[in-house]
């Protein structure tokens, strides 16, 4: 069932002004629904009213975890102190690497709940032409936000040393920086600083032939598992969640985080390319996850 939250700042104070109406109007659709679980998969601000109402429901919580610290110019103000809130009201927590578990479940503010890792699945994945089909210059895709934790300076510095043709394109929103400038004056590179919609995800993906996450550190990539779902090629540093993500994977290459490696890497893909496994279905992947959820140990 949906339910109308926000889509602006001005909807968010509206909706905390309506907080009792807003959360009688949840307890009704609880009480309706009779879940036994509830999970939340990306924290947001009205999460906390949320969380009370299934709280007095007797509901049992999953909160999916994304990064155990905000990664440096990443998050929204105040999404940190929203997260331990939520983790304060876990019964159960969900990460999508070992990684960014272990962040959680060690140190001085260690969870007092379960923790499980399980894997990351695509937001988008299904349909798309095999890589290199389109018989132009290949083309790499660097996706996501443009903050320089990603290695905006490194796929600066490493493009340069491809020596094949190609085409790259740089897209995400983030800060003007020296890097994208840099990244920008590339001859074969096209930065698009824009906010992408989420129906535009299959096109994206499906343009590219290779994504490229040049991460100077990293919990996982939700990128990477779309790129693999969808039959693409993923280079990526060895850094933070990465390395478990794609180890063994026959469609990724893992390097150092050093702009030589990178280059290498995408060399190696243009000229011997790997095989491609059959594309996955992402519905059925977010299905999966959640029976792995309720199978897991810990909801027992």
Known sequence: MKVATYSSI?????????????????????????PDVAICAMPGPLDLLMTHVLRRAGVRIVVIVHDAQPHPGDGYPLQAILQRRLIRQADQIVTFSRHVADGLTT????????????????????????PFAHEGAPRILMFGRLLPYKGLD?????????????????????PESPELGRLAALAQVRVENRWVAEDELPRLIAWADIVVLPYREASQSGVGAMAIASGRYVVATRVGGLVEQFSGDTQAILCEPEPVAIATALENILEAPPPVRPQVDSGQEWENLARDILASREMS
């Open 107 to 130: 140190g001085p503010e260690a969870v007092g709940c379960p923790v499980v890792a399980l894997a990351h699945p695509p937001f988008i994945g299904g349909a798309a032409a095999p």
């Open 10 to 34: 001005q909807g968010l104070v509206g909706r905390l002004l309506t907080a009792p109406g807003f959360m009688h109007l949840l307890g009704r659709i609880v009480r309706d629904f009779c």
């Open 154 to 174: 490194l796929l600066a510095e490493a493009l340069p040393y491809v020596r094949r043709d190609f085409e790259c394109r740089v897209v995400g929103q983030g």
